[in-house]
């Protein structure tokens, strides 16, 4: 009898900033999947991967305990449960595979407009809500600060006008939240984005070249975000200049034109955006025939 396939799981988040990036980048990856309406498992049609929507702040337990080979979650999240699990003397509860081009925002301080309160080094003594009180506290332990650290679940950004804290440690993405709520951003203690975790537990021999696709297809999709494909048309004398107005470029590729002795194609990736003002440099060093083409995935 013929063993089912091993399937590979990865745990993203159900709901919050970080959902439609992560399936939009599955999706980028090659996979195609079957979910009904109020479904949280994803079933993969075409690769043996299934995804789990969980709440983040699971993602690494369910990483950690190799219920799922494979999470999705910001770094806030993550140095959240890493020092936990250090607490209990857990210093590898999971492998942090590599941090993706998406949910970007940061951890700081944040202050009443009309607090006395400007910077940490003057919180001895006072109070901070945050929903990350052990990265808050590692943090004034490691600058030999005392205050006082209240958790808050929600709502971080009213614990001042409720009376609670003196100041907030909160992401902050725009900073409106914080302007509307009266409070002037201060020191930023952590930059987080989303970050790609694979268990600690040796993967099964019958998942890993899977899991090892699936990675690799990850990274060459954030590889070429933003990159740009580019052609045209150029005099030898003008290849060095050419490169140097390219931003991020790799070696070019030069090919020879039929009936053009003096004349070169020339093709290059750009690893950086490529303005308007760049192409017009571009055609004043001689280039012509500009083409400019957005790279969905590439593989090194």
């Known amino acids: 009898m013929t063993q089912p396939q091993a399937r590979i799981k990865i745990a993203i988040q159900k709901s919050g900033r ?3 990036h992560c399936l939009e980048l599955l999706q980028q990856c ?7 309406r109020d479904q949280l498992i994803g079933f993969g049609e075409n690769m043996p991967v299934d995804f789990l929507l969980v709440r983040d702040d699971d993602i690494p337990g369910l990483v950690r305990d190799d219920v799922c080979d494979l999470g999705i979650v910001g770094l806030n999240v993550l140095e959240e449960k890493r020092l936990g699990y250090a607490a209990e003397g857990i210093n590898e ?8 081009d998406y949910g970007h925002c940061r951890l700081a301080f944040a ?19 945050t929903s990350y009180p052990k990265i808050v506290g590692d943090y004034l332990q490691q600058n030999g600060l005392n205050a006082q650290v209240v958790e808050f679940s929600g709502a971080v950004e009213i614990a001042p006008s409720l009376g609670r804290a003196e100041l907030i440690c ?17 020191e930023t203690i952590l930059d987080s984005v989303a970050c790609l975790i694979q268990t600690p537990v040796a993967i099964p ?3 890993t ?36 107005l390219l931003p991020g470029a790799e070696s070019p590729t030069v090919l020879p034109l ?20 760049t192409l017009e440099s571009l055609k004043k060093a001689g280039a012509s025939s500009v083409l400019v083409i957005p790279i969905e995935k590439m593989l090194a």
């Open 93 to 100: 509860p999971f492998q942090v595979l590599q941090k993706l």
């Open 18 to 20: 970080l959902t439609e």
């Open 205 to 207: 021999a019958e998942k």
């Open 111 to 129: 202050y009443p407009e009309e607090s006395p309160l400007e910077k940490a080094a003057e919180l001895d003594g006072q109070t901070i809500a």
């Open 30 to 36: 090659g996979l195609k999947y079957s979910r009904g």
């Open 209 to 244: 070249e899977w899991v090892n696709r699936l990675v690799e297809r990850i990274a060459g999709v954030q590889q070429v975000r933003g990159c740009k494909y580019i052609m045209m048309h150029a005099p030898r004398s003008a290849l060095h200049a050419i490169t140097e």
């Open 258 to 277: 039929e009936d053009a002795d003096d004349k070169v194609a020339v093709h290059v990736v750009c690893r950086e955006n490529v303005f308007w003002e």
């Open 170 to 186: 909160d992401l902050v993405s725009t900073g409106a939240t914080l302007a509307a709520n009266r409070l002037v951003e201060g």
